[in-house]
């Protein structure tokens, strides 16, 4: 049978008495709280309904559930938007656990690249909805948040990169590098992720004084030899300094050779030209 227990302050009690009909003085009420102490339960917490801790708590849950509601009804126009067929999600809905983890990514994506929550929101959802393309659904969206995150700040670094023109000729001369190396015709868009690393290459190629086209050779001479491409990755960094500097070095070494050959052909009177000098000798 089940035991219930109450936890209850003494002037609480006094006012259950008093409505009971039981008139019992304060020394009687006394006794039967010292009585009662001999079975109190131990190790028993009782929150205080009425502090700061349980009400801030109360506004923060207030706050997530309007996230949650904004987050839900911008989540709608964005599948209608991009013709995603999807259900409305109601909070009875086993997926609404879902979209309130999603919701808390998509507040902290917004205050670290503080953004407006109704424009953060539609922005974390369009960078799922193109990272996933195809493959896209509301679990998934939740797996990629890194990578929402990471695509954002390829796109900042894009819109602030202030030599775009300079950043466009790398990408120019890596076009024309995997046509010659890998015999690839380069037509389509990069994403993100690559132009940043033409960004980075550009920076690296200007730090040593290298012009763009034989900073990019340099790097696809480097993987010639097992008859492959560097990755993008491979374009920047301390090998690729080392690379460049390898491949000038090269380049240095064969004009050299050459300068030294086209000196010697010139000392070496050619063979057509000796009858002549004979004749004018005579």
């Not at 998509?106 to 996933?132: R, S, W």
Request: one cysteine or more; proline letters at 4%.
């Amino acid at each position: 049978m089940r035991d219930p227990a109450i936890h209850i302050r003494r002037s609480h009690f006094i006012r259950a008495l008093k409505a009971s009909d039981l008139n019992i003085s304060d020394a009687k009420v006394n006794d039967l709280f010292r009585e009662a102490m001999k079975y109190s339960i131990r190790h028993r917490v009782a929150p205080e309904l009425n502090s700061r801790p349980r009400k801030k708590a109360e506004r923060l849950a207030d706050t997530e559930s309007q996230w949650v509601d904004m987050f839900n009804g911008i989540y709608s126009a964005k599948m209608a938007e991009n013709h995603i067929a999807s259900l409305s999600i109601h909070k009875k809905d086993p997926m609404y656990l879902t979209l309130k983890e999603i919701t808390r990514h998509a507040v902290d994506f917004c205050d670290l690249f503080m953004l407006p929550y109704d424009e953060g929101f539609k922005t974390y959802i369009q960078h799922g909805i193109n990272i996933l393309n195809r493959k896209y659904s509301l679990y998934r969206l939740k797996a990629v948040t890194d990578r929402i995150v990471s695509t954002h700040r390829d796109i900042m670094m894009i819109q602030t990169d202030p030599s775009p023109d300079k950043t466009a000729e790398v990408i120019s001369m890596w076009v024309r590098a995997m046509k010659k190396y890998g015999g690839v015709d380069f037509n389509d868009t990069l994403s993100p992720d690559k132009i940043v690393c033409m960004i980075y290459a550009k920076n690296d190629a200007d730090s040593v004084g290298a012009s763009y086209k034989d900073w990019i050779n340099a790097q696809f001479e480097k993987w010639s030899y097992l008859k492959g491409v560097p990755e993008f990755s491979q374009l920047y960094g301390d090998n690729a300094k080392l690379n460049y500097k390898i491949f000038m070095g090269k380049e240095k070494q064969e004009e050299t050779e050459y300068d030294k050959a086209v000196k010697a052909n010139k000392e070496i009177p050619l063979k057509k030209n000796k009858p002549q000098t004979r004749i004018r000798e005579s």
